[in-house]
């Protein structure tokens, strides 16, 4: 893989999972307050650098573990997103830079960070983000 590629994915996955944030949190804000319709979301420009990293974790399971079951790649990208989210998270808290709270929001949580109630997200989203990278790589032209 060459450098264009690198940058080519880095790119795609930081815009569409800073534009899945903005659309995630539009659509919770509808079940968290009942009377907003208004369908505002937000994300962070520090997210789209976390979420770009994410096409790193997908290259790495792609690599070196395509010879098992999506489930167990599934769970094998779970890991690695909250060991994304954690160090990332944990980085930008120091420098009171971080831009999301899960004890505000979760139950289940460590130090604000991570929150196990993104579980089923991380796995699924890890499925999705490799296979929309197997087929941009399938089908562009590098």
Not at 16 to 40: M, P
């Amino acid at each position: 893989m060459n450098l264009e590629e690198i940058i080519f994915f880095f790119v795609i996955f930081g815009l569409g999972g800073v534009a899945s944030e903005v659309f995630f949190t539009a659509i919770h804000k509808i079940f968290k307050e009942k009377k907003n319709r208004t369908l505002y979301g937000y994300s962070s420009i520090w997210m789209f650098f976390i979420y770009g990293a994410v096409f790193f974790i997908i290259l790495f399971g792609t690599t070196y573990f395509s010879q098992y079951s999506i489930f167990l790649r599934g769970l094998i990208y779970m890991i690695m997103i909250y060991l994304l989210e954690f160090c990332s998270g944990f980085l930008l808290k120091k420098f009171k830079l971080i831009c999301w709270d899960y004890s505000k929001d979760t139950k289940y949580h460590f130090k604000g960070i991570i929150s196990l109630e993104f579980a089923p997200i991380w796995y699924f989203g890890g499925i999705a983000a490799e296979l929309i990278y197997l087929y941009l790589k399938a089908h562009l032209l590098f």
